[in-house]
């Protein structure tokens, strides 16, 4: 089946400089895309989502890009810090009929803020 | 904090068992999903809940069974387990239109 992935697995970044996150999905059809951070030994945090009618959203010192041409999407966080530290998922939303929202995730980036 | 919760957070069951494990989600979000996410993997849909019954199901044997209340609590219930059932399983709560999914902190199952 068609899936999420990502282009990097791991990322590190100093203090204080900004982190961009990458992410490659191939179905065409999806219409909706979520960021989640997770820190060890937690579940999903929502971070930022964006549908496919925008290219840009911004949030609270992120900032997520919808390249459909390419469908490529791309989280920015600015000024990272140290609690920034975690593993970065992108996933989409795959409507799988009868109002079923399927989420379908990559294998995730981990981000490594060195201080 | 999410509001949605989970429990228990940590379990361990021999080969053969089943467990049961449990969900209540946020406020006024009347859709449930679990997901079972291995060591190192990215999260994987077993199947959606709305309206007290199963509308959606990804690639998890029957084995794998799951209630809804009609509070919008769930229970995923696994038989017979197998050591690769071994894996954090999370539940996630959404209104209808699947907008902000929220995640619970995850039940962490240990088959042995």
Same mark, same amino acid.
């Given at each position: ?19 961009? !996150? ?9 219409? @909706? /895309?979520?960021? @989640? ?8 945090? /929502? !971070? ?39 593993? @970065? /998922? ?10 079923? @929202?399927?989420?379908? /995730? ?10 | ?52 019954? &199963? ?5 998890? =044997? ?7 209340? =009609?509070?919008?609590?769930? &229970? ?37």
């Amino acid at each position: 089946g068609e899936s999420v992935g990502l282009h990097l697995p791991t990322l590190s970044v100093q203090e204080g400089d900004n982190s961009i !996150i990458n992410c490659a999905y191939s179905n065409s059809a999806s219409d @909706y /895309f979520i960021w @989640y951070k997770q820190e060890s030994g937690k579940g999903p945090q /929502f !971070i930022i989502d964006i549908r496919s009618n925008m290219d840009k959203r911004q949030g609270q010192r992120v900032t997520v890009l919808l390249n459909k041409t390419v469908k490529h999407l791309s989280l920015q966080i600015a000024a990272t810090q140290p609690g920034d530290s975690a593993v @970065y /998922f992108c996933a989409e939303i795959e409507d799988s009929g009868a109002g079923s @929202y399927q989420l379908t /995730f990559g294998k995730g980036t981990k981000l490594s803020v060195i201080p | 904090e999410t509001g949605v919760t989970q429990s228990p957070t940590h379990l361990i069951k021999t080969r053969g068992q089943q467990v049961t494990l449990r969900c209540s989600s946020q406020s006024g979000h009347n859709t449930v999903s679990w997901y079972q996410q291995a060591l190192g993997q990215g999260p994987q849909f077993i199947f959606q809940y709305y309206r007290e019954e &199963e509308n959606g199901r990804g690639n998890f =044997p029957p084995r794998f069974s799951g209630l809804q209340f =009609p509070n919008y609590s769930s &229970e995923l219930n696994v038989n017979a387990l197998e050591l690769d059932d071994s894996a954090l399983y999370l539940c996630a709560s959404s209104r209808t239109s699947g907008n902000t999914i929220y995640f619970g902190e995850g039940s962490w199952l240990t088959v042995v």
